[in-house]
């Protein structure tokens, strides 16, 4: 069965960083697009930061662009997201998300568990 | 890109039928039918409901149905069960090919 399991999650401090994992498995990784989405305590969903099945495209979302970086290792199944100069305002519970790619927009069908990030002195 | 707007929550007696709103602009729930629709239980996963407007994923209960008129989607939540009693969050697909999610509404089961 579908499984993605994030890891690397931590209490960090402002200005740091940090990188996190996500370990697929159950399906073949290297045909799907993945995302991180985030939720702050007591707050919503938003995303992060999205790759292509191939890694050959990238996005961010505005308040990570310049200092998040998401990369995959399709060898490995593995994705990641390289957090540097870390802020209080990124303090979440960061998910990794495999995308169901439609003729042109896309959803998500499976969630990791999450992994938290407090970002804290 | 800002998030969709959502109700913070909706409240409804087990049985009864209530309905999720969704709003956006016509560059993201406007302009395309890719619309999703979460749960999230506290302390769990987001759980996808919905996609594409109106397309339920196997395994989803039939009890739950979206829709969408203008830059308005919905969610309907017919027969409602203790089960339910849950966070949901809207999202869409926007112009510049990245999502967005909407700000959540809190289900609760009186």
């Known amino acids: 069965q579908v499984q993605l399991v994030e890891s690397g999650g931590g209490v960090v401090l402002p200005g740091r960083s940090l990188r996190l994992s996500c370990a697929a498995s159950?399906?073949?990784?290297?045909?799907?697009?993945m995302y991180w989405v985030r939720q702050a305590p007591g707050k919503g969903l938003e995303w992060v930061a999205g790759i292509w099945y191939d890694g050959s495209n990238k996005y961010y979302g505005d308040s990570v662009k310049g200092r998040f970086t998401i990369s995959r290792d399709n060898s490995r199944n593995t994705l990641y997201l390289q957090m540097n100069s870390l802020r209080a305002d990124d303090t979440a519970v960061y998910y990794c998300a495999r995308e169901i790619a439609l003729a042109w927009g896309f959803y998500f069908d499976f969630w990791g568990q999450g992994t938290l990030v407090p970002v804290s002195s | 890109q800002s998030a969709l707007t959502q109700p913070a929550s909706v409240s409804g007696s087990p049985g009864q039928s209530i309905t999720l709103s969704c709003t956006g602009t016509s560059s993201d729930v406007g302009g395309y039918n890719y619309v999703s629709w979460y749960q999230q239980h506290p302390g769990k996963a987001p759980k996808v409901m919905i996609f594409e407007v109106s397309n339920r994923p196997s395994g989803v209960s039939n009890r739950f149905s979206g829709s969408k008129s203008g830059n308005t989607a919905s969610l309907t939540i017919s027969g409602l069960q203790a089960e339910d009693e849950a966070d949901y969050y809207c999202?869409?697909?926007?112009?510049?090919?990245?999502?967005?999610f909407g700000t959540g509404t809190k289900v609760t089961v009186l």
């Open positions: 159950g399906f073949t990784f290297s045909n799907y697009g």
């Open positions: 999202s869409s697909y926007t112009s510049t090919g990245t999502p967005v």
